[in-house]
């Protein structure tokens, strides 16, 4: 099994394989929590207009994400697990779109599979990957706004390829750099109310979850598919 990793949304076009498309603060906890808290269904977009679009056809459907990490005119829940365990789910279809995660997922068309990637379900990813057994794996790091590279992304990438190697990462120094780096702006005071303290504990809650998550389709918006992990 050849594994590489690569890096935003030119990294989710080059992705071929089977590939993991890794935003773990916070796009891809969010979907977790989601399912886990009940949703019915999530839609990807990578684009803002096409949400509103689908929530005005759809006025039922809740609007979920950010911009700039910040909740976007209309929107019902932002992009925080906090936000979603506050809010009333079960059985709602929710349109999920953020600045990263979500255009890694649009932009990975020349993938055969692709699944999304966080700390919170790792190791049914890498379960995953083991049981489908491809030739190929391309862990796409989706990084901060899809702009820069992140610590979390990173080591989340680097766990994945590891456990795949039946290597054992130190998960608990991993979140000590993400503390002190890319994961200070969730302890900043004036940020709590969109990046509170409570989402970094939640996205580095380390395989709460034994479910992936699985796009389907090639134009947005794009389904997500739950597969429970035995």
Do not use: W
Request: negative net charge.
């Amino acid at each position: 099994m050849n594994i590489e990793i690569l890096n935003m949304v030119e990294g989710a076009r080059q992705a071929k394989g089977l590939t993991v498309v890794i935003d773990v603060f916070r796009a891809f906890s969010v979907t977790c929590y989601a399912f886990d808290g009940g949703a019915a269904n999530v839609y990807s977009v990578g684009n803002l207009e096409l949400a509103y679009r689908l929530k005005k056809e759809h006025p039922e459907y809740l609007l979920a994400g950010e911009r700039e990490e910040k909740l976007p005119p209309g929107f019902d829940i932002g992009n925080s697990p906090s936000h979603v365990l506050k809010s009333k789910i079960q059985g709602k279809t929710l349109i999920h779109t953020t600045s990263a995660g979500t255009q890694g997922l649009v932009n990975a068309v020349n993938a055969d599979e692709v699944l999304t990637g966080s700390f919170v379900n790792a190791e049914a990813i890498v379960h995953y990957i083991r049981e489908k057994n491809p030739s190929h794996v391309a862990l796409v790091c989706m990084g901060y706004g899809a702009k820069h590279p992140t610590e979390e992304d990173t080591f989340c990438a680097h766990y994945i390829r590891d456990r795949l190697k039946d290597k054992q990462p130190d998960f608990e120094s991993m979140v000590t750099e993400i503390r002190a780096t890319s994961g200070q702006r969730f302890f900043i005071a004036e940020k709590q109310d969109f990046a509170p303290e409570t989402d970094f504990h939640l996205c580095l809650n380390l395989n709460r979850f034994r479910f992936v998550l699985r796009a389907h389709g090639k134009r947005e918006p794009l389904f997500l598919e739950k597969i429970d992990i035995n």
